[in-house]
C-alpha cells in the first residue's frame, strides 16, 4: 500500500464518519421535532434522555462524530504496521493511547 492510497483511504473513512455522523442527527433532530416541536420547555424539573425522544438518535450521532477520528487512528496504526514503518506505528498508537484515555478516562 503506497502513501497515496493510504491518503485516500484515510480520507475517504473521515468523509464517510462525517456524513453518517450528520445523517443520523439529521434524522434524529427531525424525529425529535417531530415529536417535541410544539412543547413548551419545563426547566424546573430534569428530565433524562427517553428512548422514544430523538435525543438517543442524536447522541447516536454525536458518538459517531466522536468515533470517526478514532477509528482514523486505528486505521493508520495498522496501515503503518502492515507497511513495517516502525516509527509511525509507534506515533500511532501513542495517540490512539492518548485518545481511548482522554474517551474512558
Request: glycine share 12%; net charge neutral.
Amino acid at each position: 500500500m503506497n502513501d497515496s492510497r493510504l491518503e485516500l483511504i484515510m480520507g475517504r473513512l473521515l468523509q464517510t464518519g462525517v456524513l453518517a455522523a450528520g445523517l443520523v442527527m439529521l434524522v434524529g433532530g427531525i424525529y425529535y421535532l417531530v415529536l417535541h416541536g410544539a412543547d413548551t420547555p419545563n426547566y424546573r424539573n430534569f428530565h433524562g434522555v427517553t428512548q422514544q425522544s430523538g435525543e438517543t438518535v442524536l447522541w447516536g450521532g454525536v458518538l459517531l462524530m466522536i468515533a470517526t477520528p478514532f477509528m482514523r487512528v486505528v486505521f493508520a496504526v495498522v496501515a503503518f504496521a502492515m507497511q513495517r514503518d516502525r516509527l509511525y506505528t509507534g506515533v500511532s498508537l501513542v495517540v490512539l493511547v492518548l485518545l481511548a484515555y482522554a474517551l474512558l478516562g
